[in-house]
């Protein structure tokens, strides 16, 4: 149907160009083509919101498919573009009945694709506002490849972008501030032990297969951004094949979707903070965090009963508030060689009943913990199941030779038998294939009767990257393409614990972390954590890497964000292990207390290589002392999680481009500061022996006052702040509306004279 759109002829200098009128789409949205310069403009109210780069084609295909090469978590892709199309027709444009649209229809798109090498492939792209979301433009491409050799097998969308156009976002990144000049790879995966950290990444990479990893490597796949212009993109959650983000046309954005269907949306917010309401309008915000995690620590100690029950007495004395501890062993360990240590590293049984030797009265010591000191037990759960049979003090049921033989797992179709992951030497599990509706029940059981029995308040839900995608790799599912369910498997895994948690009382007052997601895998979230970093000061992958993940989670819609205490990888140099340090350690928990909405230790992969908070009573005091400052911004914290967060999707950490996009240096900072809601701007300290750090206040009429000391800093300076052990660089912003900074305020105040030692 030819609906109000029409020609109408331009006089210009070169020859008559055609030119349909707008549009409409609705509420104040219109649709501008010139078909002979392949140009698309979108307005909202007479505003330019979205435009295509004039005299350039918007669309592209090429044939050819992506070499993936995997080897347990670690995936690399080879981009593999043969033939890529270097023109575009368009025939033909006409409103079209659709939908779920505001005005019933969309603006559609037809053309054909040329210089493709022999083959050819005609296109077709449809813009409406949807109803659900009528503040935004849905968009639709679709490329017919035909059935030549040669076809087509992937796409690319180009669009419009602007030389002072800095990108954020985009998941789980830890290596860059703005992605302008880069091209972002968007696969769930694991990060890699470095990822570009030398000589770390090298070593590791000699050692196993990728296992370094790169820049880009993640945990997560979330195909969207936030630009400093307040520009919005994403892709839907079915959208989720292998994605890039091309960012090094200082003109242009390309997206190449490994596909030849792809659907998203994109918008105009007011400013950042507005786009990331918008965006989770879609997405969904996290559910909410239970108050208690706002108390204390959350102690991560492997070793058991005695053992935990001897930490949790001690910083009681040493007035350590306590929230929870969290016993990821409570499943049992075991120690595995690798070749480039002496020593072994600690990994866990996945069979998900408790360990007979370390918990023996798991139960009753989970409920103790409650009833004696009012502290919290937490768990470890993954979707692997591992075969037990060599596990030496037993077990009750053999979770991997159950689900094998009920074929709950995932699939390889040249064994014919459980697709399986080696994780290391005398670790071989299988995935939880949650294509399969009679396992995910058959697991829901599993969790009911040997994890929630005992009153735990949640535990990590890790991995969730691993799914396999070989030419043999089956689900119970026949239609699943291992390739597109990759991406989306983070997102299944979070969503089947929330399942599961409706047959749980106490699911509403526990937490479940994860580290891995996928587009809108946040509406089923109340945490996440920023992953496995190096026990290392790394800017890649190490202590300042957290920091940068958690500011790019923030604007992917990840509001309730935290790091592990002290990381979690012991590395290796030429010169042998790169391990924890004590004053690694009490930095870190100097940062977490200022930027995480719940703190957590980790005592790593080698825990006995690595300086833990209860080494000695020096390194459990600055702990403690750390943890009683977390605790002091409990009521600051909570008021913007039950505000801004809960209902805007706003994150607790901000980075600077956020409140300053115009700011040239604010738009470059990634881990040297951030915001910690509007109230509070952070420089933590991230190197080691550094008694003082350079801060860059951002805002020309900003005025920021040093916690410590009282002196007032104001905005567009650099100067060098002291920082001694203790006493990161904190300060207030402007004058707070709110008081619930006073008992923060009181804890300086008191803590003022406080000298650490380590």
């Known amino acids: 149907m030819r609906a109000p759109g029409f020609w109408y002829w331009v006089s210009l200098a070169t020859p008559c160009l055609a030119v349909y009128a707008p549009w409409k789409l ?15 403009s979108i307005t909202h109210n007479g505003r330019s919101i979205w435009e295509t780069v004039p005299g350039q084609p918007f669309l592209s295909a090429s044939a050819g498919d992506d070499e993936v090469i995997a080897a347990n978590g670690n995936f690399k892709i080879n981009e593999v573009d043969q033939n890529k199309c270097t023109g575009q027709n368009i025939s033909d444009v006409a409103l079209q009945p659709w ?15 040329t210089g493709c090498g022999d083959a050819t492939a005609r296109f077709s792209v449809a813009f409406w506002v949807p109803s659900q979301f009528p503040d935004r433009i849905a968009f639709n491409v679709n490329v017919n490849a ?39 790879p968007i696969f769930s995966r694991e990060q890699g032990v470095g990822r570009g950290d030398q000589p770390t990444t090298r070593l590791e990479n000699e050692d196993s297969f990728f296992a370094g990893g790169d820049k880009f490597t993640s945990y997560t796949a979330v195909p969207q951004y936030i630009s400093s212009k307040s520009r919005v993109f994403h892709l839907t959650q079915e959208s989720s094949a292998y994605t890039t983000f091309d960012f090094t046309n200082l003109s242009a954005v390309t997206v190449r979707y490994d596909a030849l269907t792809v659907d998203g949306y994109f918008m105009q917010a007011e400013n950042m903070l507005d786009g990331i309401s918008m965006l989770t309008d879609y997405t969904g915000k996290m559910a909410a965090l239970p108050e208690w995690v706002d108390t204390g620590a959350v102690l991560a100690i492997q070793g058991g009963q005695t053992k935990v029950n001897r930490i949790v007495d001690q910083g009681l004395e040493l007035e350590c508030p306590i929230a929870a501890v969290w016993l990821q062993d409570w499943s049992g360990t075991h120690s595995q060689s690798v070749s480039y240590m002496s020593l072994n590293v600690s990994r866990l049984w996945w069979n998900w009943e408790s360990d007979s030797t370390l918990y023996p ?27 037990v049979s060599t596990k030496p003090n037993g077990y009750h049921i053999n979770l991997y030779d159950e689900a094998s033989k009920s074929r709950y797992m995932i699939q390889n179709s040249t064994t014919n038998s459980t697709s399986v992951i080696s994780s290391g030497p005398g670790l071989d599990a299988g995935i939880l294939d949650l294509t399969n509706p009679v396992g995910r029940s058959w697991f829901k059981e599993v969790m009911l009767d040997q994890v929630w029995s005992a009153n735990i308040s949640g535990f990590m839900t890790d991995f969730g990257e691993y799914t396999p995608i070989y ?39 526990a937490i479940l972390f994860h580290r891995s997601s996928s587009m809108a895998a946040n509406r089923h979230m109340n945490l996440y954590w920023a992953g496995d970093q190096d026990t290392n000061w790394g800017v890649n992958d190490g202590i300042k890497a957290a920091v940068t993940i958690m500011g790019h989670m923030g604007l992917s819609g990840y509001a309730h964000g935290h790091m592990e205490i002290g990381g979690y990888t012991t590395t290796w140099d030429n010169n042998g292990i790169v391990n924890r340090s004590s004053e690694l350690l009490g930095r870190w928990g100097e940062l977490a207390a200022v930027s995480s909405v719940v703190f957590r230790t980790h005592e790593g992969n080698v825990p006995q290589v690595n300086a833990q908070f ?10 403690g002392y750390n943890a009683r400052m977390f605790a002091s911004l409990a009521k600051y914290r909570r008021r913007i999680l039950e505000t801004e967060s809960k209902n805007l999707g706003w994150p607790l950490l901000r980075m600077p481009v956020v409140y300053h996009p115009d700011d040239r240096i604010a738009k470059a900072i990634s881990h040297q500061s951030f915001y910690l809601g509007s109230d509070l701007y952070v420089a933590p300290v991230l190197d080691p022996g550094r008694t003082s750090v350079e801060v860059y206040f951002p805002g020309k009429n900003q005025t920021f006052t040093h916690i410590w000391s009282g002196k007032k800093y104001h905005g567009g300076q650099t100067t060098c702040v002291s920082a001694p052990y203790g006493k990161p660089a904190i300060f207030v912003v402007g004058t707070p509306k709110n008081h619930d900074l006073d008992d923060f305020l009181h804890f300086v105040h008191r803590e003022n004279n406080t000298i650490i030692h380590f």
């Open 26 to 40: 609705g509420n104040g949205f219109e649709l501008t083509v010139n078909d002979n310069s392949n140009r698309l």
């Open 99 to 113: 939908h779920d649209s505001e005005n019933d229809h969309a603006a559609v798109i037809q053309g054909r694709l």
């Open 146 to 184: 035909g059935t030549s050799s040669n076809a087509a097998t992937k796409l690319y969308l180009t669009y419009r972008s602007s030389p002072s156009e800095d990108f954020y976002g985009l998941g789980a990144q830890g290596s860059f501030a703005s992605f302008k000049n880069q091209t972002v």
């Open 361 to 387: 009265t798991w139960n009753d010591f989970v409920q103790s913990l409650r009833d004696q000191h009012n502290v919290r037990t937490l768990a470890y759960i993954n979707p692997f199941l591992a075969n």
């Open 471 to 509: 030419p043999d790799t089956h689900f119970f599912n026949k239609s699943i393409d291992p390739f597109f369910y990759h991406n989306t498997y983070p997102r299944e895994w979070a969503a089947l614990h929330q399942w599961i948690g409706k047959n749980v009382s106490s699911f509403s007052d």
């Open 614 to 623: 209860y080494s000695n009573s020096t390194t459990y005091s600055w702990f």
